[in-house]
């Protein structure tokens, strides 16, 4: 099979055309003599091209599940209690108190109007809020008193992943949950992910792609808990074209939505820094294990404390693996420097730049313009990609908020998009197949209706091309 691209305007690239073979790009430019009359040929109109989106941090598998159970969209507490009692939901996820008209938590006394479990989860997945039929089906025995508050019915972090056992789900049931989210992806521009899995979601990626049925092209990584399971089942550098299972997620703090990131400094209005998951050494010796075993380290840190926390591991661990941090989003001039300085490259989600003027200035006050500087970091010549934590999970969305920094830190669109491209490639090991429009490369390519660069804020995506076929 082939198929030819013209009259293109091709990111990063002088020439107007590009031939795919099967699923690779086979030329770009000076493509007439390959083309014969069995090639499908789209006239792309001088519109923007370029290669598929990569979201180098998502919740992919759960994203799809829990199409029914979003109330993103919500804006009160009301909004959310009148969706779960029109669809009697046990499990919501995606609330934000910032939107909320109240500007505060739900709370169990907001959920016990309802004679049934319910669990909320908050938007960033660290904080979630029980009423009391569900804490009642819980094991307190079995959780960490650090993290739940029970007269507010409020529990976080790893607490998280034991309450979500009350209502659990099949490889048959995150199957079609990938399924959900690759029919979302597409009219995004997305070909590419990053998920972090449990072992049956890992299972249901790896049913899909032995039975030819995978459709995007998952990087996977499990949590910190299953390291000795992955060492003895040899899952290190397992993978085809479009299934990778990659490393290790690492949590060393969690989110500033859910007051647990780890600051230097306390959040505003309260006498609390955050925690730190781990001691110090415990860290180095998980790192340690990982890089011994050449998987590599996906480490989530928020908070500048856990930063340096991450940061004073990696210089002092010998590392073969390519190790990368997640969200880095409280940063100074010394940390940038540092990060610079080790060669770390960063998973960033510049979407959380929609919260500068409210969740961040409410966390953090004065010292909310230190999130997100992705302007200082780029002048600092650190490695970045570009993710959305699936919050929303849209790359145009997030290159919007990068480009309109509201602190007047603004990048140029051009690096967004490397960034949601080869950067993301890069963070993943894939910048030699993925990320760029390049003879050889696997032929995953978006189409836009317009000039991106001049009609960005009305810019959808036409087409997009994954794996050299036509899916949108």
Same mark, same amino acid.
């Given at each position: 099979m082939s198929l030819a691209i013209i009259n293109g305007d091709i990111f990063g690239r002088k020439e107007k055309e590009i031939y795919i073979e099967n699923n690779r790009i086979k030329k770009v430019g000076d493509?007439?003599?390959?083309?014969?009359?069995?090639t499908v040929v789209i006239d792309a109109e001088e519109k923007t091209v370029i290669p598929g989106f990569f979201d180098s941090h998502t919740h992919f598998a759960d994203m799809g599940i829990y199409i029914e159970n979003d109330v993103s969209e919500c804006r009160s507490i009301e909004d959310v209690l009148n969706k779960i009692e029109k669809k009697k939901l046990n499990v919501v996820h995606g609330w934000d108190e910032s939107l909320f008209?109240?500007?505060?938590?739900?709370?169990?006394?907001?959920?016990?109007?309802?004679?049934?479990?319910?669990?909320?989860?908050?938007?960033?997945?660290h904080l979630a809020v029980l009423n009391s039929e569900a804490i009642e089906m819980i094991e307190l025995k079995d959780l960490d008193p650090r993290f739940y508050d029970l007269e507010k019915g409020i529990f976080k972090e790893d607490n998280l992943s034991k309450i979500s056992k009350m209502y659990p789900k099949t490889i048959e049931d995150y199957t079609k949950g990938i399924e959900n989210a690759t029919e979302l992806a597409y009219p995004l521009g997305v070909t590419s992910i990053v998920d972090t899995v449990t072992p049956d979601i890992f299972r249901a990626y790896e049913k899909m792609e032995n039975e030819g049925k995978l459709e995007i092209r998952a990087h996977l990584y499990m949590r910190a808990r299953y390291i000795d399971h992955i060492v003895n089942s040899g899952?290190?550098?397992?993978?085809?074209?479009?299934?990778?299972?990659?490393?290790? %997620?690492?949590?060393?703090?969690?989110? *500033? !939505?859910? @007051?647990?990131?780890?600051?230097?400094?306390?959040?505003?209005?309260? =006498?609390?820094?955050?925690?730190?998951?781990?001691?110090d050494e415990e860290l180095m010796e998980l790192v340690k294990k990982i890089d011994k075993n050449e998987l590599q380290a996906m480490i989530h840190c928020i908070g500048d404390r856990a930063i340096e926390q991450v940061l004073d591991c990696l210089e002092n661990v010998p590392r073969k693996i390519?190790?990368?941090?997640?969200?880095?989003?409280?940063?100074?001039?010394?940390?940038?420097?540092?990060?610079?300085?080790?060669?770390i490259p960063c998973s960033l989600q510049p979407n959380f730049l929609k919260w500068? %003027?409210?969740?961040?200035?409410?966390? *953090? !006050?004065? @010292?909310?313009?230190?999130?997100?500087?992705?302007?200082?970091?780029? =002048?600092?010549?650190?490695?970045m990609g570009f993710g959305s934590d699936c919050m929303p999970f849209s790359p145009l969305f997030g290159i919007k908020c990068a480009i309109n920094d509201p602190y007047g830190e603004s990048i140029h669109i051009e690096d967004a998009i490397k960034f949601y491209t080869v950067g993301s490639a890069y963070l993943a090991y894939r910048e030699n197949d993925l990320g760029s429009i390049e003879k050889g490369?696997?032929?995953?390519?978006?189409?836009?209706?317009?000039?991106?660069?001049?009609?960005?804020?009305?810019i959808k995506v036409e087409k997009t091309i994954f794996d050299g076929k036509v899916v949108l």
């Open positions: 493509i007439e003599s390959l083309i014969d009359k069995n008209r109240e500007k505060r938590y739900i709370l169990k006394k907001d959920l016990d109007i309802f004679d049934f479990p319910v669990i909320a989860f908050r938007v960033c997945g899952l290190s550098g397992i993978g085809s074209e479009k299934l990778k299972f990659n490393g290790i %997620k690492i949590f060393t703090d969690g989110s *500033l !939505g859910a @007051k647990t990131a780890a600051l230097s400094f306390n959040y505003e209005g309260t =006498e609390q820094n955050g925690t730190l998951i781990y001691k390519r190790h990368k941090i997640e969200h880095v989003e409280i940063t100074n001039e010394k940390i940038r420097e540092r990060i610079r300085k080790l060669k500068s %003027k409210n969740m961040y200035v409410e966390r *953090l !006050g004065d @010292k909310a313009v230190l999130n997100n500087r992705y302007k200082k970091m780029i =002048e600092r010549g650190i490695k490369k696997l032929a995953d390519i978006v189409i836009f209706s317009g000039n991106i660069f001049s009609e960005i804020e009305k």
